[in-house]
């Protein structure tokens, strides 16, 4: 099992939202980024889990637990010409972006971004780099489990 942070802005898909999906479960949609498309594409597999993170917002940190709950599919949302995550060079044939759905484990007490930046444990975490924007990447082992205590 390997483990991510999947970041949201909360306006667009919050943990609460998560929670009062059918069963749970939403699309993660409308990652425009190579290097994140790539990690859903490439490397995640049903069984992770991540961190749901609320970003762009008054306060922005970890907010829940989810789980990878299925293979990598094309992201709808490339195709729909109303969608704001419309991609014109993507075909059905040849789709340049990616979801997989998300389940739901738990919702957590608010782990903030400055919370975590005063956490020697964490100072490598990907996350807290300078100038890190992906809104998905790899969590290690040892930062899932010093989060993991800290969330209890």
């Known amino acids: 099992m390997r483990y991510w942070l999947m ?5 667009e898909v919050s943990i609460d939202d998560v929670l009062a999906a059918p069963a ?22 049903p069984g992770d889990q ?53 389940k739901a484990v738990r919702k957590t007490a608010l782990l903030s971004l400055k919370q975590m930046r005063t956490m020697p444990e964490l100072s490598d975490m990907r996350l807290l780099a300078k100038g890190s924007r992906l809104s998905v990447m790899p969590v290690e082992a040892a930062e899932w489990k010093f989060i993991q205590k800290m969330l209890k």
């Open 7 to 11: 970041k949201s802005e909360p306006d």
């Open 50 to 102: 991540a961190f749901f993170y609320h970003s762009s917002c008054a306060e922005p940190g970890i907010a829940g637990i989810v789980e990878i709950v299925s293979a990598a599919y094309p992201d709808a949302t490339q195709f729909d010409s109303t969608s704001p995550y419309y991609d014109a060079k993507a075909t059905q044939e040849q789709p340049r972006w990616i979801s997989v759905d998300v």
């Open 24 to 45: 749970h479960t939403v699309a993660w949609f409308g990652v425009r980024n190579y290097q994140a498309r790539n990690f859903l594409r490439d490397e995640m597999r």
